[in-house]
């Protein structure tokens, strides 16, 4: 267990239905990562925040998906319309990015397991 | 922007030696590495900042070439336990943080 709590662990959905997963970071961390992963790849940049601000999306996220990190502590991640496609695991990290611009070790979630029928 | 890893898989006998290497396009701030179990999430093995550093623990370690964009990790008698799927995640100045497709690797007793 790292700390990085992910909810649901699991979800089924029908295409065309939207679903949100959350993503509890360690409390200190100012940074959290968004990440999708399909079977057999390495994880998928998706999007980064520092504390509450969006600071950057990959180009794969196409406006079907969307995030928040409101109080800059927890992360939310919501899918619209989802697709088949979009079956994979999404992964959380959080970090501390220290004043100096240091990254720190990424500590991951477990993740929430997608599969769209 | 997602770095090269190479091998993408390997065997390896139990006591066996073992270099996994990144390269990136990008020039890099820090290189991480991870290791990750089927069905787990990824673990993390060691983060590298500075060029020429060189990190380790155990029988793993890394090294890491700001020059050339590169980072190998090296794993020195291999155990069971070593097997996964071995990613390394590049820093780029801005920032973003890339991974790559992942090294498998097998130890067999």
């Known amino acids: 267990d790292t700390g990085v709590s992910q909810n649901p662990r699991h979800k089924i959905t029908k295409r065309g239905q939207n679903v949100t997963f959350r993503c509890d970071p360690i409390s200190e961390h100012n940074r959290l990562y968004w990440y999708r992963q399909t079977l057999g790849q390495g994880p998928e940049f998706l999007t980064y925040f520092q504390n509450e601000a969006q600071l950057e999306k990959s180009r794969l996220l196409s406006d079907r998906f969307s995030a928040e990190r409101p109080k800059g502590s927890f992360s939310t991640l919501e899918i619209q319309r989802t697709e088949q496609g979009d079956s994979a695991m999404y992964l959380c990290?959080?970090?501390?990015?220290?004043?100096?611009?240091?990254?720190?070790?990424?500590?991951f979630g477990p993740g929430t397991r997608l599969l769209v029928l | 922007q997602q770095p090269v890893q190479s091998p993408q898989a390997v065997i390896l006998r139990e006591g066996e030696d073992a270099v996994i290497n990144c390269s990136s396009s990008k020039a890099l701030y820090s290189v991480h590495w991870y290791r990750q179990k089927h069905g787990e999430a990824p673990v993390f093995l060691m983060i590298?900042?500075?060029?020429?550093e060189q990190k380790g623990h155990d029988k793993i370690s890394a090294s890491f070439n700001e020059k050339k964009q590169q980072s190998s990790l090296y794993l020195t008698a291999s155990q069971l336990s070593y097997s996964g799927t071995y990613f390394c995640?590049?820093?780029?100045?801005?920032?973003?943080?890339?991974f790559g497709a992942g090294t498998r690797l097998t130890v067999k007793p």
């Open positions: 590298l900042l500075k060029g020429g």
């Open positions: 995640g590049t820093e780029s100045y801005n920032n973003d943080m890339r």
């Open positions: 990290a959080s970090t501390l990015m220290a004043q100096t611009g240091a990254a720190e070790t990424q500590y």
